[in-house]
């Protein structure tokens, strides 16, 4: 599996835009990088995914750097309820099992 | 999204007991389903994978005799805490897998066992 690192935590004004980075340089080319969020006391749900071009949906949107070497999730609007703990794993194809690090811990302020 | 459930979301027993959690695909078939185990402020750890018909893989380190997973259909799976210990209370969460998409996974709400 490859490794990531995530800043331990964050934080970030309510309304505003939050960039979570993720480093996975040793991601391999068939790895997709997939974004869960943890909010407290609840199961992970999934944010986005993406293998190689930037991606948007109605959560996020996921920027991947040229190299693949790293990967920004894009909350364009904080609110409150996006406080949660989010990880950034990476996980290829025919590898069902999703490794969770220790992501970061996202702090919304009102 | 898919749902996925999970039952008790909450339970308390005394030592030396056993335990089941369901763990449930409300409106899809789950070919595989994972188990994990999370501790206070700590991150999710993979116990097992099981799917449908066949018997779980169990990470490294997890004991399978006390930990029971069953598959026995594609929306449930069960784990079964075989009597538990004080060191085995914890988040335990389970996810499903098998949408025909990638290998997006759905994850219940979780389990908060207490063993007193």
């Known amino acids: 599996d490859a490794k990531t690192t995530q800043p331990n935590s964050m934080e970030s004004n309510e309304e505003e835009p939050v960039h979570l980075p993720c480093n996975h340089s040793t991601i391999s080319g068939t790895d997709y990088i997939h974004w869960y969020r943890q909010l407290p006391s609840q199961g992970p749900e999934y944010v986005i995914h993406?293998?190689?071009s930037n991606v948007n949906n109605r959560m996020a949107s996921l920027a991947i750097a040229e190299d693949r070497k790293s990967s920004t999730l894009i909350l364009h609007r904080a609110t409150l309820r996006d406080a949660a703990v989010y990880y950034c794993?990476?996980?290829?194809?025919?590898?069902?099992?999703?490794?969770f690090g220790t992501g970061t811990r996202l702090t919304i302020i009102p | 999204g898919a749902v996925v459930s999970q039952h008790p979301s909450r339970v308390i027993c005394k030592s030396g007991t056993s335990v089941k959690i369901e763990c449930r695909s409300l409106d899809f078939q789950a070919t595989t389903m994972f188990w994990y185990r999370q501790f206070p402020k700590k991150s999710l750890m993979l116990m097992a994978t099981s799917n449908e018909g066949s018997k779980a893989t169990y990470e490294q380190g997890v004991e399978k005799d006390k930990f029971l997973i069953n598959h026995a259909s594609l929306t449930l799976s069960t784990l079964t805490v075989t009597s538990a210990h004080p060191e085995d209370s914890s988040f335990y969460i389970c996810?499903?897998?098998?949408?025909?998409?990638?290998?997006?996974?759905?994850f219940g709400p979780g389990t908060r066992l207490t063993v007193l």
């Open positions: 993406g293998l190689t």
């Open positions: 794993i990476p996980s290829g194809p025919g590898n069902e099992k999703l490794t």
């Open positions: 996810s499903a897998s098998g949408q025909g998409r990638w290998n997006e996974q759905f």
